[in-house]
């Protein structure tokens, strides 16, 4: 036998080199999406979603959302975000000659300070509340763009999401008088204006620090203290405005926060404990300096020190920071002894963006790997053609549209509450997905929301993980080069702090329970009477297409209201995570069917069913041939484009 000739060896610039994977936009808005066809979308859930809940003649939403999706791709943006990751931000306590730096102690880099000024100007916060905006769900579409952007933001979609809570509680406070506290009014309208601009030079983010060292979630363990200053302690205090010229508070508050996230705002919201309970506190970060203060810049920290920077898992480019509380000027929020009340408002809007945020990061890591799978070669295929990879993927894809489904859901009842259904819902596909009556759709989006925003955390996490492994060693590595496109590490450590922020999946839980247990809402029966309402509803939609599904359905739905009739306050808290386990197979499988009702998709049809057997405690229906089954993954995972190449083989 003749010697082989050996081949040259690979070296440091010869030899075999992967092709990189070229990321597309997730969201393209074309003329056929204006007739209702989003195939063209790499993200064809996203898609899908915008078609039901957007009606057809609101192209400004959907140009806005079709160049978001593109600046978030662009190489500048992208190194911004790197820059934001490989330069943390730091503290710099000390002034040259070791005095206390109480102007501008927190550093952070251009690339995080760029990336807030981005959302600013697109609107990720602003639209929602553009009250000219009355044809269509402007919670859908500002959510919408968060999702096309947060992939490239670098988590500036955390402050973002505080100063959508806070404008959202302001905004409830706007017509109230002064009362004893004059000048609050200006001060509160002011604010509000700032949290809602699209402009970075006029445009504020907000705070929120509630966590303490003994507290945690529980908020009764808040140790920090507020109290009425006297006339004459007024007139003592050595600052009297803001660093933009407006009257400080008349209360001081002084504590401990362990746990402050976007500490780089202009304002906070804040809870403290007074003589009459918890409450709720607005403050600016800033003062202009007293007369006695070193500031040169004539503007100094409102009685803030920070201590120390948290050193995190992920989310690294976000300032978190312990705080210690001296002599911080402020204005209450509402009632005295009401502050959670209050502060609800804020969690309830930042839980969705909890929910939102996570799937947005697995849609990018999906869509990653989508686009490695059609480059990437294995002992000669492309990973397209390998069946278990694309089955695995199929699998993968199947999850993610039922937590995006779930997500804009829960968006999309925020919108509703807000706006008049009769402008907004009226000419969409949900019109039978959202309940007309406010108080319904309010009650319903109560019950889901913590659910949603605890286990679409969880199952984003897994789902990121699964992207990881799915570029192999790739996928283990923090790939900062080319604009960190292929960084779905970043991605995941950033999106492990979802299942906690906000509460952990058994304070979500034990919401969800209180829910249930409250007898105002659904006549006492809000599973029985609200949501098994809704539930019954979609079916009927659903039956034709889908009789042994919706047979399931029914039947869990059946279960929960036994437990939920049944079960005293003890057992349903001890049942806590068995029943958002419950709305969660419930709910997705109400969505993905009725998606799929609405036009009779190939993919959507196959998807839906699939989701509903993942659930099923035996297949619903018997497994085909493989290689047809084969081919379905296909059509899932890698999009519309695949399922037109094999439609004829099936």
Known sequence: MAARTPSKPSSSTEGFFQPLPTIPP??????????????????????RILELYLPHNCGNAGHSIHNLSRRALEPRVLQHSVDAETSPPALRPLTTFGEENRVD???TSTGWKALKEIGQEEGLVSVAYETDNTTWNRRVHQFALNHVWSGSAAMTGCPASMTDGAAKLLAAHLGEPDGDQPGRSEVFREAYRRLISRDPKVAWT???????????????????????????????????????GMPLGPWRIDGFKWFSSATDSEMTVMLAQTTKGLSLFYAPVRRRAGRSASSSSGI???????????NKVGTKQLPTAELELKG???????????GVKEVATILNITRLYTAAGSTAGWGRGLAICRAYTRVRKVQGS???????HVRWMAAETVKYAAAMHWAFFGIALQGTVEQDWDLMVRNTKAAAVIPRDKKQAATLLRLITPALKALTSVGSVQGLRECMEGLGGVGYCENNEDGGILNVARIFRDTLVNPIWEGTVSVMAEDVARVIMDRRLGEGKVIENVFGQWVHNILQHCQRMFPDECAFVTKRLESLVQIANRADKAELLWRGREIIGHLQAIVCSCLLMYDACTDENEVAVIVASRYVQSFADSGIKPPSQWDVESRKDKMIFLGDNVSRAVHGKL
């Open 26 to 47: 997730s969201y393209s808005f074309t003329t056929a999406s204006a007739r209702g066809n989003h195939s063209s979308s790499d993200d064809v859930v996203l898609g």
């Open 105 to 107: 102690p927190l550093w």
């Open 206 to 244: 907000s705070g929120q620090w509630m966590t303490e060292r003994k507290g945690g979630s529980d908020v009764r363990g808040t140790e920090t203290i507020a109290r009425r200053l006297s006339r004459e302690e007024l007139l003592q205090e050595a600052s009297h405005h803001d660093a933009h």
């Open 300 to 310: 100094e920290l409102n009685g803030i020190r920070m201590q120390r920077l948290k």
């Open 328 to 338: 911080v000027r402020g204005w209450l929020i509402g009632e005295e002894g009401r």
């Open 382 to 388: 492309l990973l397209e053609d390998v069946p278990q």
